[in-house]
């Protein structure tokens, strides 16, 4: 075994309506690039945002009293709070500044996944894709390649930095459920289930770097259980979330 | 840039005394792999336990009473609880069936690292290494690697399955602070610190398939900032963590 990863280095910069699996093609035909069955292809959630028509012209939001509350105590947007506020079902901590949203899809993540780097136009914010899934799902199609991830950068509790997970999948078996299998002393695996679609998506984030605009990265040599899939499979059932 | 995943697929099985060192660079000459000081050398946290004899027998343990009455709750092993409890600095969360702890070098991980996976012997239960980073840096020093990071796989709030994080690390700044930095378009990143060394030792993950007895990962073409590093860093600060 042996895995590659490859960035797509001369992706151009994205627009509302741009056809992204038509750019991936092109990019990686100049890059000398094959993409085929065997290949993850992880696409970060800003250019699909942006493709999708996915952004927000801050200019045209009137922030609510309570956005402006918070964005006062916090010297935040008002605007930017009360966006978030709406990309929101529910919203987990809203603490010292740092705002924890559910989003509409039941990702839990900062500010709802709004986010205004690598935008181009002062105002102009993306937001999450409305159904990451169904993006990757079409890119997937698209591109004929194996899988497609979808990717967002989300901090963590207890630990510092950021990583990169899956918010949308196509094309794969997200968690790898080894229970019941046995290690190598015979013994079975009670508590193994990898997050495989998040440890591609972190891979993938060390080709993806922030300021130097990589958002496409191919994974080779990868062999993973292939089904329909669903990032929200990653998302644990608030029920049993100790942590919501 | 393109990276390489190469994990070594010849490491015996380790006892308590072992050299990792020496097993590592002889796993690799055998594979035809060159570790030099480009190669991020990741290892798995139980074969460092292993090696260091961090082992307990849990024939050795008489359980406390809450250690006896959590267990008889969930239909846990009384000894194994007591040993979780006294591998603790702090429980972060009882409930459910579900220990959180915080250990003694600061991270929040289920069972406090105790762990029965992968060990042979009725009884033996693998602990974390006393001191991580200082087991990371012996390697590296012993390896003439470029850095070498001890991984684990934890569990998350929010998300199901397991990732690989750095819980030791020498030869790196785990965290890439990008703040400051400006985005393709000229804007201020303001909260863009990366979790690299987490990143990396997800991406070692995919290639250290639980069943299959790959505790040790190759990365290569990796470009990280050099540096003395901690493990430490990628822990939040308990005063600043909002879920703890």
């Not at 094959?34 to 927000?56: C, F, N, P, R, Y």
């Amino acid at each position: 075994m042996r895995l590659e990863i490859v960035p797509l280095t001369t992706i151009p910069e994205v627009r509302a309506g741009d056809d992204l699996a038509t750019l991936i093609q092109a990019a990686a035909a100049r890059e000398n690039q094959i993409i085929d069955a065997e290949t993850v292809v992880a696409v970060a959630q800003k250019i699909v945002s942006k493709a999708e028509g996915a952004l927000v012209d801050l200019r045209g939001i009137s922030p609510s009293p309570v956005a402006q509350s918070w964005a006062a105590e916090w010297g935040k947007d008002p605007r930017l709070i009360e966006l978030v506020l709406t990309q929101s079902r529910r919203i987990v901590k809203m603490d010292r500044g740092v705002l924890i949203a559910e989003t509409a899809t039941g990702l839990v993540c900062a500010n709802a996944g709004v986010d205004q780097s690598n935008v181009d136009g002062a105002g102009i914010t993306t937001v999450l894709p409305q159904d990451p899934d169904a993006s990757a799902r079409r890119l997937h199609a698209a591109l004929g390649c194996g899988t497609v991830l979808v990717t967002d950068s989300f901090g963590r509790p207890w630990r510092e930095g950021l990583v990169d997970v899956a918010i949308g999948v196509s094309g794969i078996e997200p968690l790898s459920d080894l229970r019941g299998t046995a290690d190598r002393h015979g013994r079975k695996l009670t508590a193994t289930v990898v997050a495989v679609a998040d440890q591609l998506a972190a891979a993938a984030g060390l080709a993806m770097v922030k300021d130097a605009g990589c958002p496409v990265v191919l994974i080779r040599g990868y062999n993973w259980k292939r089904a329909g899939g669903s990032a929200r499979s990653l998302v644990r059932d608030p029920q049993n979330d100790l942590f919501r």
